[in-house]
């Protein structure tokens, strides 16, 4: 299959080279050519089958004239070694948990895919690949713990100092071996642009193979499609129309799961939460799109004030807002509002969510009472004691931390500073080994 560019469709590459590149040199992202419709028969078939074997059988439908199918048997295998339960909190509302991946958050699915992909690509290559990553927390530690020890392979994170949680930052600066930890001085917006000027800097990019492992990253994104299907397999019979609630920051999640609709799931609405950071809810409103400077928040890997996954969804929908807002619907709630929903979740329900989850809950919630006879899911993007100290205080109580997490925080923290400019950043990538 071909890969174009958002920027000229007429620019087309091999999913080899998409993935590589992550962002095309004219700076658009790539998009399939073609997105396989699923036969009629996998949907049939589809209560049968693991979240890996049905994985295997979207990924097959993608990926098999680029990757031998033996191939992507162990690449799809590998990647996805946990389950994304879904779970029923109350009535027709259910959360769908993609936590449960090594670093307890959703990217781990498409992080943990792309890993295994390049480690494909790349075998038998003399010099090395460096992953270069803007982080706003957990894109860093998912990237990293992907691809910790993978050989011919150097990952770099870049992430704003003080403006990730502490057992994030212990995620992945603790990891040492192939990976390094850049802190920032300055926000995520300034981190994924350093990223951005790296990718199109000529004499960088003679010197050192780089390739991105950010959200705009195929390899992440296409796979994420799968665990939408894997909801669809654990619903019940008779469950209506439905809707699916995402918790969005540069809106590679959710774009994900409208590729998955474009692949025959039957879905009836998405809904994209926000923090504050609100362009695309606006977007939705107003059919104006303004960038603007992201603002912190508790739910902090939804910061962003500049969509970069947004080019794709114009390009999906033919540019035409009509369309777009005909499929998603925007809401967005303020710091006050995501902390009074994770204490009334857990009061009412018995469910705990976390800052990000507890956005996507709450505009399901908002939809759902507003639109009859339709099942909701809401995406849980990470497990809540990753947001321990805003999940604590909303509660009034502590919570208990999980051993796999618990790890990370009594390893000592390496990183190196840096301005949130790009000759500093210039300076560090022409001093590395090719
Ligand atoms: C990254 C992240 C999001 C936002 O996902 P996008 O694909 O960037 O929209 C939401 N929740 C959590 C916990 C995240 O880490």
């Keep these: 299959m071909k890969y174009y560019s958002t920027s000229n469709k007429n620019h087309q590459v091999n999913l080899k080279e998409a993935v590589f590149k992550g962002l095309a040199l004219d700076k658009g992202l790539y998009m399939p050519q073609s997105i396989p ?14 979240f890996r074997e049905l994985s295997f059988e979207i990924a097959s439908a993608l990926f098999h004239t680029d990757i031998p199918l033996n191939e992507l048997k162990k690449i799809n295998d590998e990647a996805l070694d946990f389950e994304t339960p879904l779970v029923n909190v109350h009535d027709s509302v259910y959360s769908l ?27 038998g290559y003399q010099s090395e690949i460096h992953v270069l990553v803007a982080t706003s927390g957990d894109t860093g530690s998912a990237v990293a713990n992907g691809f910790l020890g993978v050989p011919g392979i150097k990952v770099h994170i870049l992430y704003p100092k ?8 212990k995620q992945f600066t603790t990891l040492g071996q192939n990976i390094t930890a850049l802190e920032v001085e300055g926000s995520f917006d300034d981190c994924q642009r350093l990223v951005k000027e790296a990718f199109v800097d000529a004499e960088v990019n003679s010197k050192l193979t780089l390739t991105s492992a950010n959200s705009i990253n195929l390899a992440r994104l296409l796979p994420q499609s799968f665990y939408y299907f894997n909801a669809f397999r654990q619903l019940q019979e008779n ?18 799961g409208l590729i998955a609709k474009k692949m025959g799931l039957p879905v009836d609405q998405y809904i994209a939460t926000t923090n ?15 960038a603007r400077p ?98 604590e205080e909303s509660l009034g109580h502590t919570i208990e931390i999980p051993e796999k997490l618990a790890e990370f925080g009594k390893k000592e923290k390496v990183s190196l500073e840096m301005a949130a400019d790009y000759l500093a950043f210039r300076e560090y990538l022409m001093g590395l080994n090719s």
């Design 294 to 391: 992201s603002m912190a928040t508790v739910a902090n890997a939804m910061d962003v004030g500049d969509p970069s996954n947004f080019t794709r969804i114009l390009d999906l929908y033919g540019n035409s807002h009509k369309a777009i807002a005909n499929d998603i619907l925007g809401y967005s709630y303020n710091d006050t509002e995501i902390k009074r929903c994770i204490s009334e979740v857990s009061k009412k329900h018995k469910y705990l969510t976390d800052p990000h989850g507890a956005t996507a809950y709450m505009g399901l919630s908002q939809f759902l009472s507003e639109n009859k006879g339709y099942t909701g899911i809401f995406l849980e993007t990470a497990h809540p004691a990753k947001f321990s100290k805003t999940v």
């Design 37 to 50: 419709v699923l036969p009629k028969e996998f949907f049939a078939n589809i209560k049968k089958l693991s």
């Design 239 to 256: 469950y209506g129309k439905l809707a699916f609630s995402v918790p969005s920051g540069n809106f590679g999640n959710i774009t994900s």
């Design 276 to 290: 504050i950071n609100d362009v695309v809810p606006e977007y939705l409103r107003t059919g104006k799109y303004t």
């Design 162 to 169: 003080g403006l990730v949680s502490y057992l994030q930052e």
């Design 97 to 123: 948990e993609l936590f449960h991946g090594p670093t307890l958050a959703f990217k781990d699915v498409g992080a943990r895919y792309m890993a295994q992909m390049l480690a494909y690509f790349t075998r």
